[in-house]
């Protein structure tokens, strides 16, 4: 353990340099550059809370804030891992170059998305304030629905990449995946009415939305679904180490298929 911890303090300097990297690149050209990661996440909210909250006649003016959490924890899951799945191919070049440590790239691909979504959550705080939902002491729920995002992203982002070096139509199929891990997330729904339903597993058992729940849970003041959050930190620890473990044992392989 000793070993890997001294390997990764001694390319601390260049997961920072990527993680700065690919802010850099994803808001290249953009003339507002960093203020989409505000603006993006505000304007999908006001076309959300369009469409499903005035045009189905949702009268609860907290719905906006119901829209934003689980859109802004979705968002950060989908990037992450769609920029995990392409970071070892992208990294070609410098792979066959020099050595460096693999596992950096899909690390500092999920890292930047996350501080681009740490950045993002400015705007969830001020609609919050402005539509009356105020912090309690169930806040502290939160960061731990931060902390699991991170490491279910980076678990399953690990998972991807390895597989999509062999099988390069992963990244079409990830796509399509996430289409229906987003419909199964409650993003814009209530789920209250489908958890009544037969199909009431589909949201039981997507680690997604546990974690968003109990995101939610912290921010209107709610405690938590304790079996939600045994679930997401056994998903978290178990991605993980399948992710770890697969990488390892296929990373010196890469160099023949990027």
């Known amino acids: 353990m000793k070993k890997y911890v001294d390997n990764f303090m001694q390319y601390q300097f260049l997961l920072s340099e990527l993680v700065k990297k690919g802010i850099k690149l994803k808001y290249r050209r953009s003339y507002l550059g960093m203020i989409w990661s505000l603006l993006e996440p505000l304007l999908t909210m006001i076309v959300l809370t369009i469409v499903f909250g005035t045009l189905y006649g949702n009268t609860d003016k907290t719905f906006p804030v119901y829209i934003l959490t689980g859109r802004l924890l979705y968002s950060f899951f989908s990037q992450a891992t769609k920029a995990a799945l392409k970071s070892i191919r992208q990294n070609s070049a410098m792979i066959k170059k020099v050595y460096v440590p693999k596992y950096l790239y899909p690390l500092s691909s999920v890292l930047f998305n996350y501080v681009i979504f740490l950045i993002s959550l400015i705007v969830l705080a001020v609609v919050s ?30 998972i991807l990449a390895t597989i999509g070096v062999f099988f390069r139509d992963m ?61 997401t930190v056994a998903f978290a620890v178990l991605s993980m180490l399948i992710g770890l473990i697969c990488f390892k044992k296929k990373q010196d392989d890469f160099i023949l298929y990027i």
Not at 131 to 158: D, N, R
């Open 171 to 231: 990244e079409y199929l990830w796509s399509v995946a996430l289409m229906l891990v987003m419909y199964t997330c409650a993003i814009f729904y209530y789920p209250s009415k489908l958890l009544k339903s037969g199909w009431a597993w589909i949201l039981k058992y997507n680690p997604l939305y546990c974690v968003i729940d109990i995101f939610r849970s912290g921010v209107f003041g709610e405690p938590m679904n304790i079996d939600y959050l045994i679930y």
């Open 129 to 158: 304030v402005v539509l009356g939902v105020k912090p309690t002491t169930h806040l502290w729920q939160s960061l731990v629905a931060l902390v699991l995002i991170l490491f279910i992203s980076y678990g399953c982002g690990m």
